[in-house]
């Protein structure tokens, strides 16, 4: 079945770094669309970016453009989430999520993707 296991948080001071990882089993991982999502207590699910797993496309929320970066090693089925200044704002659960369809085109992901099975989350915390 398919799974998502997530790995990485904890706790930082304002201004580090995490590296989150998403390992992805269960299902093809080529050409399928991986979101990293987020939720703090009280707040609304938000989507912090997606990666395409057949190509290069990555997208980005305004709020960690320039300071966040998904990236994939296909040969572990793992997509990471690089983290860098981190903001008290960034604190929450951080989950990746997919569909499992694969899609041909970069620009499927984009607009298709659904993101139905999502992993157990990993914390993170930023502290000033």
């Known amino acids: 079945q398919v799974q998502l296991v997530e790995s990485g948080g904890g706790s930082v001071q304002a201004g580090g770094s995490l590296r989150l990882s998403c390992e992805a089993s269960?299902?093809?991982?080529?050409?399928?669309?991986m979101g990293w999502f987020r939720q703090a207590p009280g707040k609304e699910r938000e989507r912090v970016g997606l990666?395409?797993?057949?190509?290069?496309?990555?997208r980005y929320a305004d709020s960690v453009k320039g300071r966040f970066t998904i990236s994939q090693d296909p040969a572990k089925n793992t997509v990471y989430l690089q983290m860098n200044s981190l903001k008290l704002e960034d604190t929450a659960m951080y989950y990746c999520?997919?569909?499992?369809?694969?899609?041909?085109?970069?620009?499927?992901?984009?607009?298709?993707?659904?993101?139905?099975?999502r992993g157990q989350g990993t914390q993170v915390i930023v502290s000033s």
């Open positions: 999520a997919t569909d499992t369809v694969r899609y041909g085109v970069s620009s499927s992901c984009l607009i298709r993707a659904d993101f139905s099975f």
């Open positions: 269960g299902y093809t991982f080529s050409g399928t669309c």
């Open positions: 990666i395409y797993t057949g190509g290069t496309l990555t």
